[in-house]
């Protein structure tokens, strides 16, 4: 399979736990994106890697959120404390920027805090 | 203000029609317009780049008019399979690559 793969597909915690979701982009693509979308809204940017470098952080991602990308293939993001707010899609996207192309997305980790 | 702004819809709509969808950006240094299509409870997938020349592929034409900051998706002959969610996507300024999404038009294609 050669596109973005994320797992867990569904993931349902109790508020205040710590949950942690992958993301395997497209081997070439040095990009990396993770957006969170809530129902009937887009896909909200949170965070961006090129390569291993987190480059840039939405001001929506708290200290809760936090993800890492270490040898430049596949991220992490974790999200400490949970709360019910933090229930959405979470969808992880790469490219190859410098080909000018849109994103190619992953399935989505949708995750609901109970 | 949204940086880019959608009409929700839904909009509804008999087979065989034709639909436009509008959509306004607020960032004028945006470079890279797109739109994307989402099915319930699935990822966005990309439908198409958009050019300042325009652009069609089959029965899909989209338009950007950068002096208004507008773009446009224009669907002829709807099918009831075009049922979905249909984002306008902008780039951020910048080299990060990274997209500032609407929040989504709903077409509703019904028999």
């Known amino acids: 399979d050669t596109g973005v793969s994320q797992d867990p597909r569904h993931k349902i915690t109790k508020r205040g736990q710590n949950v942690t979701f992958r993301c395997d982009p497209i081997?070439?693509?040095?990009?990396l994106y993770w957006y969170r979308q809530t129902l009937g809204q887009g896909p909200e940017f949170l965070t961006y890697?090129?390569?291993?470098?987190?480059?840039?952080k939405s001001r929506l991602l708290s200290d809760r959120f936090s993800a890492e990308r270490p040898k430049g293939s596949f991220s992490t993001l974790e999200i400490q404390r949970t709360e019910q707010g933090d229930s959405a899609m979470y969808l992880c996207?790469?490219?190859?920027?410098?080909?000018?192309?849109?994103?190619?997305f992953g399935s989505g980790t949708r995750l609901t805090v109970v | 203000r949204k940086e880019v702004e959608q009409d929700p819809g839904p909009f509804n709509v008999p087979e065989g029609a034709t639909v436009a969808f509008n959509c306004t950006y607020s960032?004028?240094?945006?470079?890279?317009f797109f739109w994307y299509r989402q099915d319930c409870r699935k990822e966005p997938k990309l439908l198409m780049s958009?050019?300042?020349s325009g652009n069609e592929d089959g029965r899909f034409t989209a338009q950007l008019n950068r002096a208004s900051q507008y773009i446009s998706l224009l669907i002829r002959d709807s099918k009831l399979s075009d049922s979905a969610t249909y984002l306008c996507?902008?780039?951020?300024?910048?080299?990060?690559?990274?997209?500032?999404f609407g929040q989504g038009t709903t077409l509703q294609v019904k028999p």
């Open positions: 890697f090129q390569n291993e470098a987190q480059l840039e």
């Open positions: 081997s070439e693509h040095n990009r």
């Open positions: 996207a790469s490219s190859a920027f410098d080909r000018g192309e849109g994103y190619t």
């Open positions: 958009v050019y300042s």
């Open positions: 960032n004028s240094a945006s470079q890279s």
């Open positions: 996507v902008v780039s951020s300024s910048g080299n990060t690559g990274k997209l500032i």
